[in-house]
């Protein structure tokens, strides 16, 4: 494996102009691509660069080690998952939103584990946002979506989190032999069983 010899800057740059934002995608992508073939133990920016096809002095300029990528990765999937359940919280059948949601885990297993597990290792809630969203959404009524009738705080509070608990436990790793769809099933069972006169 080559070695560097260039430090990389202490601090590194937002990018602002549409190139540099593109190169950016491209290291989360090839940042996704090694921790799929390789794991955490694969990941270094030097193999981050030639995934990507920059040179390490333009991967360094936006991030100053791969703790800094996984950090901003963290970050950019979290507001990902966050948006997509946002958005599928609005469907009106409970076991599509599920299924929705399960997806947005379910793709890039070891990447998103691995993602994740760094985020928690750091003692920072990327997921915060997440649990907040959910639990607005079930403390308001609402004319469409699989939950329409306004949750009190405490069963808004702990729908929100047995929801977001099975799907961390889905991207941490567990029962292989379970598919997305029968845990889909399951969770809106849950869902359905919790608050029968909701849905």
Known sequence: MPISLQKPPLTARQPRQERSRHKVQLIFEATIRVLEKGGLEAL??????????????????????????????????????????????????????VRAVIQSYGARRTAHRVVLEHSLSKGKNRLAPLFGKMIA????????????????????????????????????????????????????????RFLPSTV
């Open 44 to 97: 270094n920016t030097n193999a981050i660069a030639a995934s990507a096809g920059v040179s390490i002095g333009t991967l360094y300029q936006f991030f100053s080690n791969k703790e800094a990528i996984l950090d901003a990765l963290a970050d950019r999937e979290a507001t990902a998952i966050t948006e997509r359940v946002a958005h599928v919280m609005q469907d009106a059948a409970l076991t599509t939103t």
């Open 137 to 192: 959404h079930l403390r308001n009524e609402r004319d469409t979506g699989a939950i329409r009738q306004a949750l009190s705080p405490p069963d808004a509070f702990v729908l929100a989190h047995a929801f977001s608990g099975v799907l961390r436990a889905m991207v941490q790793g567990g029962e292989e032999a379970i598919t997305q769809d029968a845990v889909a099933t399951s969770l809106a069972r849950l869902v359905v």
